[in-house]
C-alpha cells in the first residue's frame, strides 16, 4: 500500500510538474503579447480620395509606412500625407495625386498594439507575477515527485 502511495505522489509530481512547464509556455506568449510594443500590418486595403483622411484598421503608427498600388508598385510619397497618430491617409489634391482618385491602394505599417501595457512597471509586474506562479508550480510538483521518490521524508 505504501508502495502504491508512492507511486501516485510521483505521478501525480510529474503531471504537476508538466502543467507547470506548460503554463510557462503559454504565459510567456501572452506576457510577450501585452509587452511588445508594436506589430506589423500588411496589405490592408483602403480607396484613396483626393483631399480626404482615409482611416486605417489601426492608429498610433509607428516606424516606416509604405504605400502602393497592386499593379504599378510604390505610389510617390509626396503624393500622400499619413498621419502616424491617426491613423489616417490622405491622397493630395493635385494632378498627379489625382491619378489615384478612387482607386484601391494598399499600405503596409508598424503600429502600437492596441493592447499594449504603457506603464513600465506594469509591463514589468505582469511579467514578474505569471512568471513566478509557472515556477511555484513547478517546485510543487517536483516536491510532490521528491516526496514519492522518498528524497523528501514524509
Known amino acids: ?26 504565459i ?3 506576457v510577450y503579447d501585452l509587452t511588445e510594443f508594436s506589430d506589423f500590418k ?3 486595403s483602403f480607396t484613396a480620395v483626393s483631399g ?10 509607428t516606424g516606416t ?12 510619397s509626396t503624393n500622400y500625407t499619413i498621419s502616424a497618430a491617426d491613423g489616417t491617409v490622405t491622397l493630395g489634391s ?3 495625386s489625382k491619378a489615384y482618385n478612387q482607386t484601391s491602394l494598399k499600405v ?10 504603457d506603464d513600465t512597471a506594469s509591463r514589468t509586474l505582469m511579467t514578474l507575477t505569471l512568471l513566478f506562479f509557472a515556477i511555484a508550480v513547478m517546485i510543487a510538483g ?11 521524508e514524509k
Do not use: P, W
Not at 505599417?109 to 492596441?114: A, G, Q, S, T, V
Open 65 to 76: 509606412q509604405y504605400v502602393y498600388n497592386g499593379t504599378t508598385g510604390a505610389v510617390d
Open 108 to 117: 503596409d505599417y508598424d503600429h502600437e498594439r492596441n493592447d499594449y501595457l
Open 52 to 61: 480626404t483622411a482615409v482611416s486605417l484598421a489601426f492608429g498610433n503608427l
Open 1 to 26: 500500500m505504501a508502495m502504491e502511495a508512492d507511486l501516485n505522489l510521483i505521478v501525480m509530481g510529474f503531471i504537476v510538474l508538466l502543467i507547470g512547464v506548460v503554463f510557462t509556455g503559454v
Open 42 to 44: 500588411a496589405n490592408e
Open 142 to 152: 517536483a516536491a510532490i515527485a521528491m516526496k514519492g521518490l522518498g528524497v523528501i
Open 94 to 96: 493635385d494632378n498627379e
Open 28 to 30: 510567456g506568449d501572452s
